[in-house]
C-alpha cells in the first residue's frame, strides 16, 4: 500500500473500502520465473476496522528475512484510525512464501503474530508462527545506496491502478536510484520500460540486488504516483534500521 492519495497510510481494500486506500506492486514488469524470488511474501489480511465499526480485507508486500521474520510496510498494521500499531497482530494475517504462480504452487503459509513498528521509517516486522526453513531469507543491506545503483522489485500487487486486483503471478522489474534521503531512497523505473513501477496491493515489497541464495534488500516499497508511470517512487532504506531489525530477530 501507499500512504498517500492511492496509497494512504493504510492497507489496500478489496471490497468496498475507498479507492484512496490502495496500495502499489509492479506494473509494466514481467513474469517472475519459476522457483525465483521465494522470499517474496503476499500478505493477506482480514477483518481490517474501519471507525464505522465494519472490517475489510486487503493485501500487502514483504520479504522473509530470518526464519521466523517478515519485512513489510507500517501502514500495512493500523488501528480504525490509520494509526500505525505495534504489539499482537491487530487482525487476522496469513503470510504465503515460496511460490510464484498460485495458479500451480501452494507455497509455504504462516500466520503473523506480532508486529513491531521501526521508528525511523515506515517499515514493520512481522513475527510468524511458525519458522520458514525452506526458503531463504534476503540479507538486509548496510551501506548507503548509491544513486545510480540498480534495484530488482517483485511483488504481488495489481498491474494497474484502474480497477486493481492482487496478481496471482509474482511480476518483476528493475529500477534505478534516483535521489538520497536520510531514511528514504527514491526510484525510477529502468526495465523492461521507464514506467515499470510499483502499483496497488504492493506496499512493503522489496527492492534487492541479487545474489547468493537470495540477495541483499536496499530498501522497501512507501509511496508514489499512481501506476504505471515513470516519475519517481519513494521506498524506505533498509540500511537506516538493520541494527534495529537485527536486534529485533536476533
Known amino acids: 500500500m501507499r500512504l ?16 484512496a486506500l490502495a496500495a502499489p506492486d509492479v506494473a509494466h514488469g514481467t513474469d ?14 482480514t477483518k481490517i476496522p474501519r471507525p464505522d465499526g465494519s ?9 522473509l528475512i530470518a526464519p521466523g521474520w517478515v519485512i513489510t510496510t507500517g501502514h500495512c498494521f493500523h488501528d480504525a484510525h490509520r494509526k500505525r500499531v505495534s504489539g499482537k497482530a491487530p487482525y487476522p494475517t496469513t503470510v504465503t512464501l515460496g511460490l510464484v504462480d498460485e495458479a500451480t504452487e501452494s507455497g509455504v503459509a504462516r500466520k503473523a503474530t506480532e508486529v513491531l513498528q521501526a521508528k525511523e521509517n515506515d517499515v514493520a516486522l512481522i513475527r510468524l508462527d511458525t519458522p520458514v526453513t525452506t526458503v531463504s531469507p534476503l540479507t538486509v543491506n548496510r551501506a548507503v ?12 500487487g495489481s498491474l494497474t491502478s484502474t480497477n486493481p486486483a492482487p496478481a496471482t503471478r509474482m511480476q518483476q522489474g528493475t529500477v534505478q536510484v534516483a535521489t538520497v534521503a536520510p531514511t528514504t531512497v527514491g526510484v525510477r523505473g529502468a526495465a523492461p520500460s521507464i514506467t515499470t513501477s510499483a502499483c496497488t496491493y504492493d506496499s512493503g515489497a522489496p527492492y534487492f540486488v541479487p545474489g547468493g541464495k537470495s540477495g541483499a534488500l536496499v530498501s522497501l516499497e512507501a509511496t508514489g504516483p499512481d501506476c504505471p508511470h515513470a516519475g519517481v517512487e519513494t521506498t524506505s532504506r533498509a540500511d537506516a534500521i538493520a541494527d534495529w531489525i537485527a536486534t529485533q530477530t536476533g
Open 32 to 45: 517472475v520465473p519459476p522457483g525465483q524470488f521465494g522470499f517474496v511474501a503476499k500478505i493477506a489480511m
Open 55 to 63: 472490517t475489510y480485507s486487503s493485501f500487502c508486500t514483504g520479504a
Open 4 to 19: 498517500r492519495a492511492l496509497l494512504a497510510a493504510a492497507v489496500l481494500t478489496i471490497t468496498t473500502a475507498p479507492a
Open 145 to 156: 545506496p548509491q544513486v545510480g545503483l540498480h534495484l530488482t522489485l517483485a511483488g504481488w
